[in-house]
């Protein structure tokens, strides 16, 4: 069985004679024990209930769950040929920030159209910690919180590639995406940071630096959570609601305005 398959599972539960098992197969060479704490510094949130083993996102109040808003600068889009060169984080537990991360990372080369954007010189970092140095420690802080990013599906999957480039195992986080959630609890002509800054009048930060952008995003994420339908309580079930297409239309606020008599001709054309 595959880690994902696994996650999946114990998203429902999985008893403890069954998780042994699959645990075997995948760790020979640990005990049981061993194998969660494994499992645990690779992000998985687990908690056991009568024998039953779940991801303890189906019991948190979503209020009351720690995330982890991050932010990455990179050289180059794709993964396996490029590199991260600046992580930012910021901790949020009950409304406010209870931790940061901030890191530049040494990099070889980092084109000229990115610096521009950036700020980032090929001499500011010439003389930062490894990118596996920095993992290791973004690693640590991550813990086994909520990773919570503008466009999840680009951050988290390029941290992951790296961590797997890096020898330092997977990355088993839940996730949220605040692109899918505010396009769901929020009403704006673009859902870029720069225009959601402006819209909602949130503290303008310097863009494009990832420290900044993960202090937007976080507040751009309780901006999302007050706009919640009033059915959501856990963790998992805003997990749940936050997944999406990122061209998804906005459901909440569809339901919510009155329907006029002239409004069917112009569905569609927003």
Do not use: W
Not at 1 to 27: D, P
Not at 78 to 98: D, F, L, R
């Amino acid at each position: 069985m595959k880690l994902q398959q696994l996650t999946e599972l114990l998203k429902k539960g999985i008893a403890r004679t069954i998780l042994k098992k699959e645990l075997y197969y995948m760790y020979p060479d640990l005990s049981f024990n061993t194998a969660l704490e494994v499992l645990k510094a690779q992000g998985l949130p687990l908690i056991q209930e009568n024998g039953i083993f779940y991801l303890k996102t189906h019991f948190t109040n979503y209020k009351d769950e720690t995330y982890c808003i991050v932010d990455i600068e990179t050289n180059g889009s794709k993964p396996e040929n490029s590199q991260i060169i600046e992580i930012g984080a910021v901790k949020i537990k009950n409304g406010e920030i209870i931790d940061t991360f901030s890191e530049l990372i040494r990099a070889k080369f980092i084109p000229p159209f990115i610096q521009d954007m950036t700020g980032i010189s090929e001499n500011m970092v010439k003389n930062a910690k490894t990118q596996k140095q920095v993992l290791i420690k973004f690693k640590e802080f991550l813990s086994d919180a909520i990773f919570v990013a503008h466009d999840s599906y680009f951050d988290f999957n390029y941290i992951k590639e790296q961590m797997k480039k890096e020898g330092l195992g997977e990355l088993l986080n839940p996730e949220i995406c605040t692109l899918t959630l505010s396009k769901k609890t929020i009403e704006a002509s673009r859902y870029g940071l720069k225009y959601l800054i402006d819209e909602l009048n949130l503290p303008h930060e310097t863009l494009h630096r990832a420290l900044s952008d993960a202090k937007t995003t976080g507040r751009l994420m309780l901006k999302g959570f007050e706009k919640l339908p009033p059915e959501i309580k856990t963790t998992h079930q805003l997990i749940t609601f936050a997944k999406g297409s990122r061209t998804i239309k906005n459901q909440i606020l569809s339901k919510q305005k009155p329907k006029s008599k002239n409004n069917k001709s112009h569905r569609g054309k927003r």
